[in-house]
């Protein structure tokens, strides 16, 4: 069965104090992992595709990177406005199979 | 501007109620979902359909139902056999569900909070 686990839960951080969250995957085969970012309330925004090992991706702050059994979302220097929870997804190679969803990191940047 | 829409934001629905939550897509995408989040749980999913006419059972499918008869609608209905609805409901849609990583990026609607009374 498909998993993802990511770590920690919840995360504090002082503005300017740069951080990873992690998501960890168990899948037969990789086709791809997604990160979201979903502020309270609302629905989850697409922030990046990973396809292999070794890829990375970057958005202003944001640095996501990837190897065979994990992902890592880097923060460099947040501002309060990073504050979200961040989510992770995986898919399968095996068929036509959907999105298996982490529950996600809750990012609180502290001013 | 192209996107999903859902509606309506929030709804409240009685004890034995069947409710229907929209979504509408004008991304011109195949595949739809619907999930359920519940706060420390994550995204469920509850349907999903790959093309119109056709649509499959997520891990949680028990007290819903869907149609798919136009590309873009995929209107999800809470029957009373759900016995504890209440969640934040949220519509997703992609260009397919297979082939490249790209085809299968999903876009995500506003969500519907559903409240049972």
């Known amino acids: 069965e498909d998993q993802v686990t990511q770590s920690p839960e919840a995360l504090r951080l002082q503005e300017g104090e740069s951080s990873s969250l992690n998501c960890s995957y168990t899948v037969s085969g990789l086709r791809g992992l997604f990160w979201y970012r979903q502020d309270p309330g609302k629905g989850p925004e697409f922030l990046f595709t990973l396809y292999s090992a070794g890829e990375e991706k970057e958005k202003e702050r944001l640095k996501a990177t990837l190897t065979k059994k994990e992902s890592f979302l880097h923060i460099t220097a947040p501002k309060p406005e990073d504050s979200a929870t961040y989510l992770c997804?995986?898919?399968?190679?095996?068929?036509?199979?959907?999105?298996?969803f982490g529950k996600g990191t809750r990012l609180s940047v502290i001013a | 501007d192209g996107g999903i829409t859902q509606s309506p934001k929030y709804l409240f629905r009685k004890e034995g109620q069947n409710v229907t939550l929209s979504c509408e897509q004008n991304l011109n995408h195949d595949a739809m979902y619907w999930y359920r989040q519940d706060p420390g749980q994550g995204l469920r999913l509850i349907y999903y359909s790959q093309i119109v006419n056709d649509f499959q059972k997520g891990d949680i499918a028990e007290g819903y139902s869907v149609s798919r008869e136009k590309k873009e609608s995929f209107p999800l209905t809470v029957t009373s056999a759900q016995k504890n609805p209440t969640a934040f409901y949220l519509c997703?849609?992609?260009?397919?569900?297979?082939?490249?990583?790209?085809?299968?990026?999903?876009?995500f609607g506003p969500g519907t909070r559903l409240t049972v009374l």
């Open positions: 997804a995986v898919q399968a190679t095996s068929g036509n199979t959907p999105l298996v």
């Open positions: 997703a849609s992609s260009l397919g569900t297979s082939g490249s990583s790209s085809y299968n990026e999903q876009f």
